[in-house]
């Protein structure tokens, strides 16, 4: 028995020899589409200086203290004791 390569066979449409339809005449041809999405950069995303980052950091890290400190007043007020108070961490 002989063996046959990829190479020796003729070339042929596809799978069972089905070639794909030709394009009708006057056919619109769509744009091609960029798959790749890492170079798409949001509208609501945009360059900032470290100064404005820093501000917006520190502003958020206040308000998450703030919204912290409210959560475990309300908690001790039901009787829930809050995690890590007055713990020293080694």
Do not use: C, W
Not at 44 to 55: G, I, L, N, Q, Y
């Amino acid at each position: 028995m002989e063996s046959l390569s990829l190479q020796d066979l003729p070339p042929t449409g596809g799978p069972n020899n089905v070639h794909p339809p030709p394009a009708p005449q006057g056919a619109p041809q769509l744009p091609p589409q960029d798959l790749d999405k890492d170079d798409y950069i949001p509208d609501s995303f945009r360059k900032a200086s470290p100064e404005e980052v820093h501000a917006l950091t520190v502003r958020q890290a206040a308000d998450r203290k703030r919204g912290d400190k409210v959560r475990q007043s309300k908690l001790q007020e039901l009787g829930f004791e809050v995690e890590h108070t007055g713990e020293i961490l080694f």
